[in-house]
C-alpha cells in the first residue's frame, strides 16, 4: 500500500476574525499566479496506517521548509520507511509507530537503513540497544571464557567504555565515540600522575590505589569493544565495527635487554637515589600527617621493585641466574624456581603442575592447566594458549631437583599429619594446598633482592630460558616449541635477547669475514657461552638425593 501525502505551502496570517488561514492566504501567490518566494513556508501532509488497535491515526505533518523540493524529500523518505514493510501490515503498523515516537521525540524522521536492518533481523522497533546494554548480553553470552579473560572483560566494560559509551545507541555508535574513551583515559593518568607528586592529600586519597592506563591495557580495552561490535555485525545490528577504526599507540611489549655490567652500575646508581627520593617524600608526608605515623625509610624491597630500570623486561645473564639459584637452594619452592628458569613455563603452569602430569623417569613434564590470580581469588584453567597445552622435555639436573622437592613434600606430609590436604600439586603450601602465584612471586622477590641482583619479574625467567636457548645454539623453533608459543614471530619479537658475549663473538667473525682473515674466527662452543652449572649438590644420603633420576633426559638442558 503506497502512503498518500502531498505538499503545499502555508504562512501564519491570520482573518481580520483572528482565524489562521494556513495555505488559503492570498499573500502566498503573486498577481500572476506563482507563489510568491518572499512569503510563506512549504509543509508537507502524510497519512499513516492505523494503530495496532484499527485506530485512525493522525497524519503526519511539518512545516517551515523553505523550499518545496525540501519538503517532498523528507515525505518521501517517510513514505520510504513505510514502503520497507512490503505486504507485512505488522511491520506496517510498527514503522508507524516508530515514525510517530521518533518525530516526537527528535522531531526527525527513523534512519531508513537503520529501520531496514531491525526488520531485517527482526529486532524490536519499538525501542533501540543501547552499547551498554549489548555489552552486558554479549558478556553474559560468552559461555567459555576462561575466568581471568571473563573478568579482564567485565573491568573494562564497567571501567571504561560503559561510563562513556553505554548511553549511546547501538546504532549510533561513531568513531569520535569510542576515540573520547581513550581521551578520558589519557586525561585521568594526567591527574594521577599530578595527584601523586603533589603533597594535597586530599589530592592525593582521590587517588589511591588507582593506576595509570599504559598502551598496552588501551589496546586491551579496544580489543573487548571490538570483539563485542564483531558479533554486532554478525548479528546485522550494525554494519560497521567503529573499534576497528580507532587508531591508538604502539602497545607492543617493551624489547627484553640484558643485565650487562654498565646497565647493573647505572642501575644501582638509580637504586640508590630512588631510595633517598622516596624517604625524603616520606619524611614531608609524615610531618604533614603526624597522628599516620608514617615511616620515614621505605621498605627496602618495595624500593628495589620499583627503582627504575632500563627496560620493563630484564633478562639476567647466565651468571646471575646461578647466582639467584645458589640464594634460593634450600628454599621450600626452589624447584618451583629451577623448573621456570631452565624451562621457562609460565607462573600460573608452574603453579598448577600436578604430579600426574609428570613422568620423571622418561624426563617429561605435560602442561594441562594453569592458576591465574586476581586480586585476592585464584582460579585454575587452561593454558593461556592452546599451544600452551604441551608436553616438554625436562634435563638431568632439573629431574633431579624434582626428586628431592618431592621427598621434601613428603616430609611435609608427615609433619603436617591430618592438617594436610591431598591435593596432587606439585608445589604447595606446608599443609597440601596449591600455592598462590602471587606467593611465589613476593618469594622470588625476595631472594633476589638477598642475592644482591638487579632485579627481573618472575615472568623474566621465561625471557631468560628462550635466551638461553638460542646461545646454546638451537634455532627459534626450539624456542617455540619449548616455551610453546603460538608463533616463531612472538619468539622473535618478544621472548628473545642476544647475550653480551654471542653478541661480540658476532661482531668478531663478521669483522673477520670482512678484512679477508684465512677464515672466520671460530666460534667456541656455544652451550659454553650459557651454561648454567647446577648449584652444589647436597651431601649424598640427603633426603634432597633420594629417588634421582636413572633414565636418559628427553631433550637438551634449558640453559
Wanted: net charge positive.
Amino acid at each position: 500500500m503506497i502512503a498518500k501525502g502531498s505538499t503545499f505551502k502555508t504562512c501564519g496570517c491570520r482573518s481580520d476574525e483572528g482565524k489562521r488561514l494556513g495555505k488559503n492566504c492570498p499573500k502566498l501567490r503573486r498577481s500572476n499566479g506563482r507563489w510568491n518566494s518572499a512569503h510563506g513556508t512549504w509543509k508537507y501532509q502524510l497519512e499513516l496506517p492505523p494503530t495496532a488497535a484499527g485506530a485512525r491515526r493522525s497524519p503526519l505533518r511539518k512545516e517551515g521548509f523553505t523550499r518545496q523540493e525540501d519538503a517532498e524529500a523528507e515525505m518521501n523518505r517517510a513514505k520510504e520507511l513505510l514502503a520497507i514493510a512490503g505486504d507485512d501490515e505488522t511491520a506496517r503498523v510498527q514503522i508507524a509507530d516508530l515514525i510517530a515516537a521518533t518525530v516526537k521525540a527528535t522531531k526527525q524522521l527513523p534512519e531508513p537503513e537503520e529501520v531496514r536492518r531491525k526488520v531485517r533481523t527482526g529486532q524490536d522497533l519499538s525501542r533501540s540497544v543501547t552499547v551498554g546494554e549489548y555489552l552486558d548480553q554479549w558478556l553474559v553470552g560468552r559461555r567459555h571464557l576462561r575466568e581471568g579473560t571473563r573478568r579482564s572483560y567485565a573491568q573494562h566494560i564497567r571501567l571504561y567504555l560503559n561510563p562513556h559509551l553505554g548511553h549511546i545507541p547501538l546504532n549510533r555508535l561513531r568513531v569520535g565515540d569510542v576515540d573520547r574513551v581513550f581521551d578520558a583515559i589519557d586525561e585521568r593518568n594526567q591527574q594521577v600522575a599530578r595527584a601523586r607528586e603533589t603533597l594535597d592529600l586530599k589530592l592525593r586519597a582521590k587517588v589511591k590505589g588507582q593506576r595509570v592506563v599504559g598502551a598496552a591495557t588501551k589496546h586491551r580495552i579496544r580489543a573487548t569493544l571490538r570483539s563485542a561490535l564483531a558479533k554486532a555485525v554478525r548479528e546485522r545490528l550494525i554494519d560497521i565495527n567503529v573499534a576497528a577504526l580507532v587508531e591508538l599507540p604502539s602497545g607492543k611489549a617493551p624489547k627484553a635487554l640484558v643485565w650487562t655490567e654498565e646497565r647493573i652500575t647505572q642501575w644501582q646508581h638509580d637504586f640508590a637515589a630512588h631510595i633517598e627520593t622516596m624517604n625524603s617524600r616520606r619524611r614531608r608526608l609524615s610531618r604533614l600527617e603526624p597522628h599516620k605515623r608514617i615511616g620515614q625509610h621505605i621498605n627496602r624491597l618495595d624500593a628495589y621493585i620499583g627503582a627504575p630500570r632500563p627496560s620493563r623486561v630484564m633478562v639476567w645473564t647466565p651468571a646471575l641466574t646461578r647466582t639467584f639459584l645458589e640464594r634460593a637452594r634450600g628454599h621450600r619452592l626452589y624447584a618451583q624456581f629451577h623448573l621456570i628458569a631452565f624451562r621457562g613455563l609460565r607462573r600460573g603452569e608452574s603453579c598448577g603442575l600436578r604430579w600426574a602430569d609428570l613422568d620423571l623417569t622418561s624426563g617429561t613434564a605435560t602442561i594441562r592447566w594453569q592458576i591465574t590470580q586476581i586480586g585476592p581469588d585464584t582460579f585454575e584453567g587452561k593454558p593461556k594458549t592452546d599451544a600452551g597445552e604441551a608436553t616438554i622435555n625436562l634435563d638431568k639436573t632439573t629431574i633431579k631437583e624434582l626428586h628431592a622437592h618431592k621427598a621434601r613434600q613428603n616430609t611435609e606430609r608427615l609433619a603436617a599429619g591430618a592438617a594436610w590436604t591431598e591435593t596432587g600439586f606439585v608445589f604447595t603450601t606446608p599443609t597440601g594446598g596449591p600455592v598462590d602465584p602471587n606467593e611465589v612471586t613476593e618469594q622470588f622477590e625476595q631472594l633476589s633482592m638477598e642475592a644482591g641482583l638487579p632485579p627481573v619479574r618472575l615472568h623474566d625467567l621465561r625471557h631468560g630460558a628462550a635466551t638461553f636457548l638460542l646461545a646454546a645454539g638451537y634455532d627459534l623453533k626450539v624456542v617455540q616449541e619449548t616455551l610453546r608459543l603460538s608463533s616463531l614471530a612472538i619468539a622473535a619479537d618478544i621472548y628473545t635477547s642476544v647475550l653480551p658475549q654471542l653478541a661480540r663473538q658476532s661482531a668478531e667473525d663478521a669483522a673477520a669475514v670482512v678484512l679477508g682473515a684465512h677464515s672466520p674466527r671460530r666460534r667456541p662452543p656455544r652451550a659454553k657461552v650459557t651454561e648454567i652449572p647446577a648449584p652444589p649438590a647436597p651431601e649424598r644420603g640427603t633426603a634432597e638425593d633420594e629417588g634421582e633420576a636413572t633414565g636418559p633426559a628427553a631433550a637438551a638442558n634449558a640453559s
